[in-house]
């Protein structure tokens, strides 16, 4: 094998890092995208034997937004498996408890359980805010796209959008401002 | 593939040696005729023997055959590669000529091609011309100096127009009709 | 004191309801109570002001019919705040009908969005003076980022 062919099949096969940002996404649609980037399906070179997998950060898994009052609807079970050892833990409360464990518990159940799930698993990093460690950081080369925009705030706009913004209502004559 | 292929040896279509490039070497080594003298499931077993068995030998003199007479069992070809393969072949109540195309299909294959699970039905010397995939195949060539995360490439691509930014277009073209009113009266 | 508030109040009501009939696009006066402190008193004025949106008003919007939705094809979501934020008084309240000047469904529709604005907590700055402002400070789950769908809202 030529060394340009070596080079080539090491760059085909090398597991590549990527970065997602939680930020204002919902756990259960970007566990869907972080999926085929752990398990390899993005690539043309995609096969169930074929282990190539990539690695992905997870950074501000805390900032993760559910839709509605789905913090209060969603319900994580757990069983010890003594009599009486059941217990419901709300996403809310789940979350308060470990700031990655939702977003783990997504990418977990997005999976066939087969035994390869655990090993994919393991290149999975979680990081509850956006300080990674720089030995990770320095192996990343890709950030995946998020599926939803970050809404921005009303008081985080600045000062001359707000000001130059169009209105579209103006109060009638006399009116008392408040 | 079933499960019952599970444990079968799979591989690609391929000739040992680039065999016939330069000469051809015959791969099949031994040959073993198995057959019995009186049943009638080994009648063409017996014909074959009698009439064309010593010209095979003579012109395939690479090949070992070895003739085994048993009692009252079903014929039986069996074949033995250079690489080690052992092909077993039942040829019970074959005819003459059938059980000579067998010999043949035996003689010409490289090794055992019954016990191999062809991973693909093709074969060729240049998979792909434009060459095999990489991560780094079709990327923007500034995507290698970004430092990550940044807010840029975590947005998502494709956003419909939202009705803020649609606002302030409409706006801006309110705008510019007042400015050119007013040129043109200035104008007059 | 109270008294004098209630005085300023009454005779600004009595003016807005005999001209609450009249529908215009011309500079409106618009008034503010400004609140002074003088030797132990407290003196509550109503002020006349210019309108602050007068200059950046959209030429549609000054006519009598005028609905974001029908008239300029705005799909307005929970997330655009800056448009929302003009149907809301600086205590987060939604101002009624009869000055938003909206139909029926879309008064709803609108009050419907602030809502979900101000639950997913994009509009913290107006809110009522002894709230904490910070969403992230809000009791339990609300303390979490949370977004709405707008095929959810019945209007």
Not at chain 2, 77 to 82: A, D, N, W
Not at chain 2, 151 to 167: F, I, R, Y
Request: with cysteine; net charge positive.
């Amino acid at each position: 094998m030529s060394i340009a062919k070596r080079v080539q099949q090491w760059a085909t096969f090398a597991r590549t890092w990527h970065i997602y940002d939680c930020t204002w996404q919902n756990p259960f649609e970007s566990a869907s995208l972080v999926k085929t980037h752990l398990m390899g399906l993005h690539k043309p070179i995609y096969h169930p034997m074929n282990d190539c997998g990539d690695h992905v950060v997870l950074i501000n898994t805390k900032e993760i937004a559910l839709p509605g009052d789905e913090w209060v609807k969603r319900v994580y079970f757990h069983h010890t498996g003594y009599p009486g050892g059941a217990s419901w833990t709300l996403a809310w409360q789940l979350h308060e408890k470990d700031p990655t464990m939702v977003m783990k518990k997504a990418v977990y159940n997005s999976m066939a359980g087969n035994l390869q799930r655990r090993h994919t698993m393991q290149r999975l990093h979680l990081f509850h805010d956006d300080q990674v460690p720089q030995d990770i950081l320095a192996n990343v080369t890709n950030q995946i796209r998020t599926p939803r925009t970050v809404p921005q705030r009303l008081d985080h706009i600045d000062k001359e959008t707000l000001e130059n913004f169009p209105a579209i209502m103006d109060y009638p004559k006399d009116y008392v401002l408040r | 593939m079933s499960n019952s292929h599970l444990f079968l040896k799979s591989g690609f279509p391929r000739a040992p040696l680039q065999n016939g490039v330069g000469r051809y070497v015959c791969q099949l080594q031994r040959l073993t005729l198995k057959f019995c003298k009186n049943n009638g499931s080994s009648r063409g077993m017996r014909d074959f023997i009698e009439n064309h068995l010593v010209d095979f030998a003579k012109e395939n003199p690479g090949i070992v055959v070895y003739v085994k007479p048993r009692r009252h069992r079903a014929p039986v070809l069996v074949g033995e590669y250079l690489n080690g393969d052992r092909e077993w072949l039942s040829v019970r109540n074959s005819t003459q000529t059938e059980i000579s195309k067998w010999i043949d299909l035996l003689k010409t294959q490289n090794g055992s091609s019954s016990s191999l699970r062809l991973r693909k039905m093709w074969h060729t010397d240049v998979p792909s011309i434009q060459g095999p995939w990489t991560p780094f195949l079709l990327r923007s060539p500034d995507a290698h100096n970004q430092t990550y995360p940044t807010s840029e490439a975590s947005q998502p691509l494709d956003v419909p127009q939202t009705a803020t930014e649609k606002l302030i277009e409409l706006f801006k073209q309110q705008q510019l009709e007042a400015d050119t009113v007013l040129e043109q009266k200035r104008a007059e | 004191m109270a008294t004098l508030l209630k005085v300023a109040t009454r005779t600004l009501r009595g003016t807005f309801w005999q001209t609450r009939s009249l529908t215009t696009t011309t500079p409106l006066s618009i008034k503010e109570i400004h609140e002074k402190r003088e030797s132990n008193a407290l003196v509550y004025e109503g002020v006349d002001v210019v309108s602050p949106r007068l200059d950046k008003m959209l030429k549609p919007a000054c006519d009598s019919t005028f609905c974001p939705e029908c008239t300029l094809g705005l799909d307005i979501k929970h997330t655009d705040v800056l448009i929302l934020s003009q149907y809301v008084r600086s205590d987060g309240c939604m101002l009624p009908r009869r000055i938003t000047k909206l139909c029926h469904r879309q008064q709803k529709k609108m009050g419907t969005l602030v809502t979900m604005a101000q639950k997913a907590g994009l509009m913290p700055n107006l809110a009522p003076s002894w709230s904490k402002k910070d969403p992230k400070m809000r009791f339990g789950w609300r303390k979490f980022n949370k977004y709405f769908l707008e095929s959810t809202i019945k209007y």
